[in-house]
């Protein structure tokens, strides 16, 4: 299982605007994104890509190009949609899919309720995009789901993860790789990540 944590100052700075709760949702939406942005390019760093021969001003060359019908981004409803606009200004011919989930706010278990994606999605490497990786029930539910249509290559994307939601995730799904901007300190007994930046989603779309 691999659990990558961007480490960088410019990264830090970003978050700690994020975490401010005097934040306003412009600011905080745009934010999400660039992070998001981010999380994309260290994820894909390792990819394969197709030979193509060009002609630049000067002269013609052989170049990689990536092959970008071979990926979909798929954000879990709602928070996910807030990191959306950010990884496809990396990938735009991605494909999207949507998974619609909620917290049932007494057992604080996951609830499905709509599920879309590409029908030929098992060809792709997929992106999934949660800002917030807190019990791990949602993270765990869109990976079995996206599993029963074929998928073979799932990476994680996320702001904020709890050491609680990543030991979930990595022992059910080991061969997810998990990308997040920073772990943080726990969960607190309302399963909201400590310290954390609230609801991701309310502050998204200024909903509170």
């Known amino acids: 299982m691999e659990v990558v944590e961007l480490n960088h100052p410019l990264i830090e700075h970003k978050l700690s ?26 994820a894909m760093k390792d990819v394969k890509l197709k030979e193509v021969e060009i002609k630049t001003p000067l002269e013609k060359m052989k170049i990689g190009q990536l092959e970008e019908d071979n990926y979909a981004f798929v954000p879990i409803l709602r ?10 200004t990396v990938v735009p011919n991605a494909k999207i899919g949507h998974i619609g989930m909620y917290r049932n706010e007494k057992t604080f278990e996951p609830v499905n309720y709509f599920f879309k994606v590409p029908k030929d999605i098992e060809k792709r490497e997929v992106f999934l995009l949660d800002p917030m990786l807190a019990t791990g029930g949602s993270a765990c539910d869109a990976i079995e789901l996206l599993k029963s249509k074929g998928v073979k290559k799932i990476n994680f994307l996320c702001i904020i993860a709890a050491p609680e939601g990543l ?27 400590c310290p954390g930046l609230g609801d991701a989603g309310d502050r998204i779309y200024g909903t509170k």
């Open 17 to 42: 605007i994020l975490r401010d709760e005097k934040t306003g949702t412009k600011e905080f939406r745009e934010i999400i994104g660039e992070i998001a942005s981010v999380l994309c390019y260290e």
């Open 79 to 88: 928070a996910g949609m807030g990191m959306l606009d950010g990884v496809i």
């Open 167 to 193: 030991k979930v995730v990595t022992e059910k799904h080991p061969d997810v790789k998990i990308f997040c901007a920073h772990i943080d300190r726990e969960l607190n007994e309302n399963k909201y990540i």
